[in-house]
Structures are given as C-alpha cells and as structure tokens.
T-cell receptor
C-alpha cells in the first residue's frame, strides 16, 4: 500500500523567506511526527500529533517553526524567516501504535 | 538528559558478520528501535526490542540488555546492499513521553567486496 509521502522533495529558498513542507501519512495512522536531520547527524524530534490531543511541540527549535495537522491526516510544517541553519532534511513519520514509518523527506536548502 | 552512543563508521567484508553497538543513558526507558537508512532515503524499520534478549529476523538480529543500557544489531552474511547508516533510537515511558524517538548519530556501515 501507499507509504508516507512528503512534498516537495527538494526546496531551495532564500534566507528570510517562509517555507511550507507537507506530509501525507499512511491512511489510518493516528500518530504523526516531524523530525529534522542535519547533514551527518542523527534525527532530531520536532513535533508530534496524536488524534485530537494537543500536539507535543517540545522539539521545535524556535517560534519560527510551527506545524498543523488538518482533519487528523495531512500535516504541514511551516518555517518562517528561514535561516541558513534551518538547512536540513525534514522527515515525517506516521505510526499506528509503536513503529514509526518514515516518508522520503524534504531536503531544505537556505541560501 | 538523554544520551545515545553508536560508533560513527564501520567497515566489513561481503559475506562476513558485523555487530553494531548502541549504548544509552535515558530516564524512563521503554524500548529501542533499529532503523536502516540508505543515503538520500528515508529510514526503514528493522527491529524493536522492549524485553531483554535476542530477536532474530532473517539475516538481522537485535539484542537488548535493559540493565546495562546496551543494544546491538547483528548483520550476518553481509551483502553489498547492506551498506547504509544504521540508526539506534529509544522511546521513553511516561505520560509526557509521546512515543517520540530519540536517535543516536547513526553508524555508517561500508561493505567491501
């Protein structure tokens, strides 16, 4: 069946611009996670959604980062006033229970 | 704080066996995942250990010792396609812990002919 999909696959932007990254989770998965992976680094947790509960935003690095999940399905991660240190691969994962299934990621480059 | 350690790089020969270690110091450990990540691709699930012991799945096995804060991933009969990064990740107990994964830096394995 269809896995987690993310768009765009690549995004190049200029410093100071806003970007939106999209995640389509696996149908029926109630939990959705966003992670960031800088070059040569491990994955860094950003935010978690579960059903109608308030999201866990404890991993968001600054108030320039926000995310929403509409209708318990699609999620968008928004980065405002992008900085060069925001350059990374942004990975989305969804989960029915324990195991998280990852999307291919969006590679963000801030010039 | 939470700390997860893995070797940065390993090299092994096709057909051989390799063991990738992971040690962790966390508060409220629940379980440990291993993921495989090929360059430029998404991590893919390999194993999940909650209880002590060895779990075998084909050529891959994963071991956990909760008392020692230690896990390893064992890859047998190595193939060239096993060249990838192997990510160790921990989940924590407690109502405030939402199942988010805390990752180590990953171990890049190079399999040589």
């Amino acid at each position: 069946g269809a896995g987690v999909s993310q768009s765009p696959s690549n995004k190049v932007t200029e410093k100071g611009k806003d970007v939106e990254l999209r995640c389509d989770p696996i149908s029926g998965h109630t939990a959705l996670y966003w992670y960031r992976q800088r070059l040569g680094q491990g994955l860094e947790f950003l935010i978690y959604f579960q059903g109608n509960s308030a999201p866990d935003k404890s991993g968001l690095p600054s108030d320039r980062f926000s995310a929403e999940r509409t209708g318990g399905s699609v999620s968008t991660l928004t980065i405002q006033r992008t900085q060069q240190e925001d350059s990374a691969v942004y990975l989305c994962a969804s989960s029915p229970l324990d195991t998280q299934y990852f999307g291919p990621g969006t590679r963000l480059t801030v010039l | 704080g939470q700390n997860i350690d893995q070797p940065t790089e390993m090299t092994a020969t096709e057909g051989a066996i390799v063991q990738i270690n992971c040690t962790y110091q966390t508060s409220g450990f629940n379980g440990l995942f291993w993921y495989q990540q090929h360059a430029g691709e998404a991590p893919t699930f390999l194993s999940y250990n909650v209880l002590d012991g060895l779990e075998e799945k084909g050529r891959f096995s994963s071991f956990l010792s909760r008392s020692k804060g230690y896990s390893y991933l064992l890859l047998k009969e190595l193939q060239m396609k096993d060249s990838a990064s192997y990510l160790c990740a921990v989940t924590l107990r407690g109502s405030s812990n939402t199942g988010k994964l805390i990752f180590g830096q990953g171990t890049t394995l190079q399999v040589k002919p």
